[in-house]
């Protein structure tokens, strides 16, 4: 009998891109918020030529979240594997299904006059909170 | 879509994880594939078929409606 090939030269390079995956992922985190900071204050001076406080966190902050959701979204799209893409792709287009399903028909009747002004915050809210439901629902199906 | 990963795998003496940092996947998509979950992209089904130096029907069928 031939006994079975466990040597895996790929396995360590495997571990290898996970480990270069987390720093990747490390990397951008602390890329956007030095970015973010940096951001904040150069606009903060460019806008009234001196330091304001408030106007610098705000800006500081919208920079960090709009850097750090791009930076993620641009490292997951690139590295994770097809399964993880289909999910995911799968998961948001759900999401955005649900928003248009509430959303248009709400918009409609508020504008008849039949319901309150649309609220984009729920909107938002259910199209986040759908995903997530259904990402997590194909993941659960994954692991039975 | 019904496959031969798990067996030709184990034949290899493979785990989930060896197989999959050889195909440079994540162990999960391995794991979905093996139990059908998952039918790999016509790229990911070359790869495999390449690791294991057989062609794409000799590990992947159509599974057809009795």
Same mark, same amino acid.
């Given at each position: 009998?031939?006994?079975?090939?466990?040597?895996? /030269? $790929?396995?360590s390079?495997?571990?290898?891109?996970?480990?270069?995956?987390?720093?990747v $992922? +490390?990397?951008?985190?602390?890329?956007?918020?030095?970015?973010?900071?940096?951001t904040?204050?150069?606009?903060?001076?460019?806008?009234?030529?001196?330091?304001? *406080?408030?106007?610098?966190? =705000?800006?500081s902050?919208?920079?960090i979240?709009? *850097?750090l959701?791009?930076?993620v979204?641009f490292?997951?799209?690139?590295?994770?594997?097809?399964?993880?893409?289909?999910?995911?792709?799968?998961?948001?287009? $759900?999401?955005?299904?649900?928003?248009?399903?509430v959303?248009? /028909?709400?918009?409609?009747?508020?504008?008849?006059?039949h319901?309150?002004? *649309?609220?984009?915050?729920?909107?938002?809210l259910?199209? =986040?909170?759908?995903?997530a439901? +259904? +990402?997590?629902a194909?993941?659960?199906w994954?692991?039975? | 879509?019904?496959?031969?990963?798990?067996?030709?795998?184990?034949?290899?003496?493979?785990?989930?994880a060896?197989?999959?940092?050889?195909?440079?996947?994540?162990?999960?998509?391995v794991?979905?594939? !093996?139990?059908?979950?998952?039918?790999?992209?016509?790229?990911?089904?070359?790869?495999?078929?390449h690791?294991?130096?057989?062609?794409? !029907?000799?590990?992947?069928?159509?599974?057809?409606?009795?």
């Amino acid at each position: 009998m031939t006994a079975p090939d466990t040597s895996s /030269p $790929f396995t360590s390079s495997g571990e290898a891109r996970s480990r270069r995956r987390r720093r990747v $992922f +490390y990397a951008i985190c602390l890329f956007s918020l030095l970015l973010g900071l940096a951001t904040g204050l150069g606009l903060g001076l460019a806008k009234d030529g001196d330091l304001e *406080l408030s106007r610098m966190t =705000a800006w500081s902050f919208a920079a960090i979240g709009g *850097l750090l959701i791009g930076g993620v979204s641009f490292w997951f799209y690139k590295w994770a594997d097809e399964v993880e893409v289909k999910d995911n792709l799968w998961a948001n287009t $759900f999401g955005m299904h649900v928003a248009f399903a509430v959303g248009i /028909p709400w918009a409609i009747l508020a504008e008849m006059g039949h319901a309150s002004d *649309l609220s984009l915050s729920i909107v938002f809210l259910l199209m =986040a909170g759908s995903a997530a439901l +259904y +990402y997590s629902a194909v993941k659960l199906w994954r692991m039975i | 879509m019904k496959n031969r990963l798990r067996i030709l795998r184990a034949e290899k003496g493979w785990t989930q994880a060896e197989l999959a940092g050889r195909l440079d996947v994540s162990r999960q998509a391995v794991n979905a594939i !093996e139990n059908g979950k998952h039918d790999p992209s016509l790229s990911l089904a070359f790869r495999i078929a390449h690791l294991f130096d057989l062609t794409v !029907e000799q590990i992947f069928a159509e599974q057809r409606p009795d």
